[in-house]
């Protein structure tokens, strides 16, 4: 299959991918008195602070009203945990390759790797955060869906397409740090019009369609209905976004590798 050639690679270099996982994970909260705790505090707070928001400030849309104040702050929560996945990658990665000019330019590193160790790193980030979303919608439903148990087949084939597009701004990173501003302009935007504070249903139809080429916010309303309201997604849906992820994997890995010798020179 297209996709081992990858996968084989970051076996084989697994030992240095969590060397550096563990490494930069113990660095973020070093010298802090807290430590990881801070990990935990900042999505309670925001969860928090959408739940105060939407019951006082805002209110609930009309489509949300139905499930409640509470139902539809995790919503945007749970919306917000893959989106802020996603943002931490697209502005991070044009600059991965200039972060580790060093390891690159004195010694024979697989440059390949850092998509890897920065993928992971922010998928621990965003677990803790899930792991609070669970909390809460236990404490407001006292259960969970069974079509909870099929998240992995949503997570798994986001976490693809996450490292292909980390792959493909590292390459082009490289050669301009142009890349960086263009993803500070173009992640804000794209949070709007990503349906986290609202459903493609809420879209008019005519545009729905636009709406559903969002990869990433398929992925977001197929967690949903699969954590919070115990829908399965739509089979083509779902078969053209997992097809899509993997396609853009394979591609970004090919890019990559392609101008891989030439990155020490531009960098």
Same mark, same amino acid.
């Given at each position: 299959?297209?996709?081992?050639?990858?996968?084989?690679?970051?076996?084989?270099?697994?030992?240095?991918?969590?060397?550096?996982?563990?490494?930069?994970?113990?660095?973020?909260?070093?010298? +802090?008195?807290?430590?990881?705790?801070?990990?935990?505090?900042?999505?309670?707070?925001?969860?928090?602070?959408?739940?105060?928001?939407?019951?006082?400030?805002?209110?609930?849309?009309?489509?949300?009203?139905?499930?409640?104040?509470? +139902?539809?702050?995790?919503?945007?929560?749970?919306?917000?945990?893959?989106?802020?996945?996603?943002?931490?990658?697209?502005?991070?990665?044009?600059?991965?390759?200039?972060?580790?000019?060093?390891?690159?330019?004195?010694?024979?590193?697989? +440059?390949?790797?850092?998509?890897?160790?920065?993928?992971?790193?922010?998928?621990?980030?965003?677990?803790?955060?899930?792991?609070?979303?669970?909390?809460?919608?236990?404490?407001?439903?006292?259960?969970?869906?069974?079509?909870?148990?099929?998240?992995?087949?949503?997570?798994?084939?986001?976490?693809?397409?996450?490292?292909?597009?980390?792959?493909?701004?590292?390459?082009?990173?490289?050669?301009?740090?142009?890349?960086?501003?263009?993803?500070?302009? /173009?992640?804000?935007?794209?949070?709007?019009?990503?349906?986290?504070? *609202? +459903?493609?249903?809420?879209?008019?139809?005519?545009?729905?369609? /636009?709406?559903?080429?969002?990869?990433?916010?398929? *992925?977001?309303?197929?967690?949903?209905?699969?954590?919070?309201?115990?829908?399965?997604?739509?089979?083509?849906?779902?078969?053209?976004?997992?097809?899509?992820?993997?396609?853009?994997?394979?591609?970004? *890995?090919?890019?990559?590798?392609? *101008?891989?010798?030439?990155?020490?020179?531009?960098?």
């Amino acid at each position: 299959m297209f996709v081992v050639t990858p996968l084989e690679r970051a076996w084989h270099f697994r030992e240095l991918i969590r060397a550096v996982v563990r490494r930069e994970l113990t660095v973020r909260f070093r010298g +802090s008195m807290l430590g990881w705790l801070w990990a935990i505090f900042g999505p309670l707070v925001m969860l928090t602070a959408y739940t105060v928001i939407f019951s006082n400030a805002v209110g609930v849309p009309a489509s949300a009203a139905a499930h409640g104040v509470f +139902s539809y702050a995790i919503s945007i929560f749970a919306g917000l945990i893959l989106f802020n996945l996603f943002s931490e990658l697209a502005y991070r990665a044009p600059m991965l390759l200039h972060e580790h000019t060093n390891f690159i330019k004195k010694s024979i590193f697989p +440059s390949e790797t850092l998509a890897w160790t920065a993928t992971i790193r922010a998928i621990v980030y965003a677990a803790i955060s899930f792991a609070v979303l669970l909390v809460f919608q236990l404490l407001l439903t006292h259960s969970l869906p069974p079509t909870f148990l099929l998240l992995p087949f949503v997570f798994i084939p986001f976490f693809l397409f996450l490292l292909g597009i980390t792959w493909f701004l590292m390459a082009l990173g490289s050669f301009t740090r142009d890349v960086t501003h263009l993803m500070a302009s /173009v992640v804000p935007v794209m949070m709007f019009a990503t349906p986290i504070f *609202y +459903s493609t249903t809420d879209v008019p139809k005519h545009l729905q369609l /636009v709406f559903k080429l969002n990869i990433v916010g398929d *992925y977001i309303e197929m967690m949903r209905g699969l954590l919070l309201f115990g829908q399965l997604p739509d089979p083509i849906v779902y078969i053209c976004t997992v097809l899509a992820s993997l396609v853009i994997f394979q591609l970004s *890995y090919r890019f990559f590798m392609q *101008y891989k010798s030439v990155f020490v020179d531009v960098i």
